[in-house]
């Protein structure tokens, strides 16, 4: 396995578990509909640096970052909508 494999599959695996670590939140948040405690401005704040690493990725060709970053994406704007739907 070259270098370049090897930092591909690290990437992937690293970026499968951060967005596995946003899903129990948008979960929680949507079955509940208890945002209180949660912050619109940190979620926003995501939502924005998903959006940059997304470009970055794509901007480099690099598919574990795009991958990892649109998913993120998807989630924490879910988030968001559950924040400011029944914040």
Known sequence: MS???IATAVGSL???IT?????PQAVQAWRTKRTQDLSAGTFTMLV???VGWT???VLLGQAPIIYTNSLVLAITLAILAA???HG
């Open 3 to 5: 270098k370049q494999e």
């Open 14 to 16: 690293a970026g499968l």
């Open 19 to 23: 967005v596995l670590s946003f899903i």
């Open 48 to 50: 924005l640096q998903a």
């Open 55 to 57: 470009t970055y990725g």
């Open 83 to 85: 924040k400011l739907k």
